[in-house]
């Protein structure tokens, strides 16, 4: 059985608040020291791979439910 899109995207999407949550708490003094931004970048790119198997997963269900009919 294979692993659904939809819940490889839930699972980047927690790594990807995960990577949020530390890079709130590397911020010191200011929000532009290196470790925040990388783990913004970081952060935002599993958001987007978690938006892309979403679109991905509804995909999918469209053709599985046209090949039915």
Same mark, same amino acid.
């Given at each position: 059985? +294979? ?8 699972? $980047? ?7 949020? $949550? ?24 599993? $958001? ?9 997963? +509804? +995909? ?10």
């Amino acid at each position: 059985m +294979r692993i659904s899109p939809l819940f490889n995207a839930f699972v $980047y999407f927690l790594i990807g608040s995960v990577f949020v $949550y530390f890079a709130y708490q590397s911020i010191e003094d200011t929000v532009l020291n290196g470790i925040t931004i990388l783990l913004t970048i970081v952060a935002s790119l599993e $958001y987007g791979a978690s938006i892309r198997l979403i679109k991905l997963h +509804r +995909r999918m269900k469209q053709q599985n439910n046209q090949t039915k009919k």
